[in-house]
């Protein structure tokens, strides 16, 4: 069985940081691009971030230029979401997902239905 199993999330002051990770266990994702979305209550999801699958290529939405990092370690079959300088609006639920495409080199991440495994989302609170 194919999981994504977020973890990391909490409540944070803001101007504070929190790293999320992604474990994914029952295959590996080594050669799959793989995204970070967010939820907040009342809104559609949205990109955050994503990375290539050889990792030489990061994107991230507007909201988190500069200030969220995304990387990956292939061989934990894993993929990190480093927030740092989080604001109130970045409250929401993040998921992980992996990329449907085996090598996927497009330039196109943002599509929430170019991913075909979802992790359940870990709860981020970020406190004015």
């Known amino acids: 069985q194919v999981q994504l199993v977020e973890s990391g999330g909490g409540l944070v002051q803001a101007g504070g940081s929190l790293r999320l990770s992604c474990a994914a266990s029952?295959?590996?994702?080594?050669?799959?691009?793989r995204g970070w979305f967010r939820q907040a209550p009342g809104k559609e999801r949205e990109f955050v971030a994503a990375?290539?699958?050889?990792?030489?290529?990061?994107y991230y939405a507007d909201s988190a230029k500069g200030r969220f990092t995304v990387s990956r370690n292939n061989a934990k079959n894993t993929v990190y979401l480093q927030m740092n300088s989080l604001k109130p609006e970045d409250t929401a639920v993040y998921y992980c997902a992996a990329h449907q495409k085996l090598f996927y080199s497009g330039s196109t991440y943002t599509y929430s239905d170019d991913y075909n495994y979802w992790g359940q989302g870990t709860q981020v609170t970020v406190s004015s």
């Open positions: 990375i290539s699958w050889s990792g030489s290529s990061t």
């Open positions: 029952g295959r590996t994702f080594s050669s799959y691009a």
